[in-house]
């Protein structure tokens, strides 16, 4: 065999691992993304507060998941909400 026959062939064949390479990297899955989302609020202590807090977020779509009272200066809120992204 020619010298020029085997390193065309290498060539060939290096060239065709590479494309095989490439497209196993192209085709992996994205990372998942997350289900949920979460929002943390704190609001001023007095009902009207809450209450009007409570209504803005659940209009929105959001899902009251915690309430801490703390030291009664800021209540904090924690609010969850589906990711409507994920398939």
């Keep these: 065999m020619s010298r020029r026959f085997v390193f065309g062939t290498v060539v060939l064949v290096m060239m065709l691992i590479g494309v095989v390479k490439v497209s196993s990297v192209v085709s992996q899955p994205s990372p ?16 009207l507060s809450i209450q009007s807090a409570l209504d803005e977020y659940g209009q929105g779509g959001w899902e009251l998941v915690a309430f801490e009272m703390g030291e009664l200066q800021a209540p904090r809120m924690i609010f969850k909400k589906g990711n409507i992204s994920v398939p």
């Design 32 to 47: 998942p993304q997350p289900r949920f989302e979460y929002r943390v609020i704190e609001v001023p202590p007095d009902t």
